[in-house]
């Protein structure tokens, strides 16, 4: 149980195109799913909560006209790279949390390596 | 924003060697949860403690929480190589539903 998937896994573009992830709960309802940006041989870093139904709360220095987030159903939130630049290049990884979890406890999608050419 | 510490940060050694790694907080956190991911992968929850002095084990791993909450640390009796990956603590972090990340202690376990 708790399986959360994105797609896609890989994706090159080039510099000033847009790029649309994918993340999906397979198994269970997500009220809340978190995006997270990783850089090589660092931690996570969270860019946003998405709220099913409602606007996403983006962190302090995360561009939320640059970086889209949609959150349509209790399964399926979308990060858009608007505009994307090779310093966009990362790890993108999401997360889910099944209805209220008393300890915060997030369920990991595989992540979306980007690279802009 | 409370803080995690994790260390080592770095970790190698030898199939069947013993190890710990430690997380670490000048905060109280209401639980901790430990995960690990492998490269080219999103993380995978191993545990969650709640309970102050609480050890819980998985299979070769034994997690422990502090007594007074703020820190934990992960035991792994003869690792393996499947043992290999960067291991996060995490916990809540004050907003909502959210969680905040150690830095992570990335072991390597050679065959």
């Known amino acids: 149980g708790a399986v959360v998937s994105q797609h896609p896994s890989r994706v090159i573009c080039k510099s000033g195109t847009s790029v649309k992830i994918e993340c999906r709960s397979l198994?269970?309802?997500?009220?809340?799913m978190f995006w997270y940006r990783q850089f090589p041989k660092q931690s996570l870093m969270l860019m946003a909560t998405?709220?099913?139904?409602?606007?996403?709360?983006?962190e302090q220095g995360v561009e939320k006209d640059k970086f889209l987030i949609n959150h349509a159903s209790l399964t399926l939130s979308t990060l858009t790279v608007t505009s994307a630049h090779p310093e966009d290049s990362s790890f993108y990884i999401c997360?889910?949390?099944?209805?209220?979890?008393?300890?915060?406890?997030?369920?990991f999608g595989p992540g979306t390596r980007l690279t802009v050419l | 924003t409370q803080l995690l510490e994790q260390s080592p940060q770095f970790l190698s050694i030898q199939e069947g060697e013993n190890l710990t790694v430690y997380c670490n907080s000048s905060?109280?956190?209401?639980?901790l949860q430990w995960y690990r991911q492998e490269p080219g992968e999103g993380p995978v929850l191993l545990v969650t403690?709640?309970?102050?002095?609480e050890v819980k084990k998985l299979k070769r791993l034994t997690f422990q929480f502090g007594d007074a909450r703020k820190d934990s640390s992960l035991h792994i009796t003869a690792a393996q190589p499947g043992d290999t990956g960067l291991y996060l603590c995490?916990?809540?972090?004050?907003?909502?539903?959210?969680?905040?990340f150690g830095i992570g202690t990335k072991l390597q376990v050679i065959p």
């Open positions: 997360s889910a949390q099944p209805g209220q979890r008393s300890y915060n406890e997030q369920f």
């Open positions: 198994d269970f309802q997500a009220t809340t």
């Open positions: 998405s709220n099913e139904g409602s606007k996403a709360t983006y």
């Open positions: 905060s109280v956190f209401s639980s």
């Open positions: 403690v709640v309970t102050g002095g």
């Open positions: 995490a916990g809540p972090s004050g907003g909502y539903q959210k969680v905040t």
